[in-house]
């Protein structure tokens, strides 16, 4: 079973983390912080990241969590001379 678990980011947007016991993937990371502290709260693995697209407040902790989780980044193929770290592109 996957739970997903909203965590807020900025003043205004949420990073989605859907865990399946101790490994997560985290959806639109526009900051790495709040996303490590629960991480590290919940001893979870972050095993990638799937972007949206492309803007700051979508890819703003993509090269934190790569340096640190050593996680792949996935996202549309179209974005991807704007998304930082990605590494697996898909498309429609």
């Given at each position: 079973m996957i739970n997903i678990e909203p965590i807020k980011a900025f003043s205004d947007n949420y990073i989605w983390?859907?865990?399946?016991?101790?490994?997560?993937?985290?959806v639109d990371p526009?900051?790495?912080k709040p996303l490590n502290e629960v991480l590290e709260s919940k001893k979870l693995s972050l095993k990638g990241v799937l972007i949206t697209h492309h803007h700051f407040?979508?890819?703003g902790g993509n090269q934190d969590l790569k340096n640190k989780y050593n996680s792949i980044v996935?996202?549309?193929k179209d974005d991807s001379s704007r998304i930082p770290e990605?590494?697996?592109l898909v498309e429609d």
């Amino acid at each position: 079973m996957i739970n997903i678990e909203p965590i807020k980011a900025f003043s205004d947007n949420y990073i989605w983390l859907l865990i399946n016991e101790k490994n997560a993937f985290a959806v639109d990371p526009g900051e790495a912080k709040p996303l490590n502290e629960v991480l590290e709260s919940k001893k979870l693995s972050l095993k990638g990241v799937l972007i949206t697209h492309h803007h700051f407040d979508h890819i703003g902790g993509n090269q934190d969590l790569k340096n640190k989780y050593n996680s792949i980044v996935v996202g549309y193929k179209d974005d991807s001379s704007r998304i930082p770290e990605i590494e697996v592109l898909v498309e429609d």
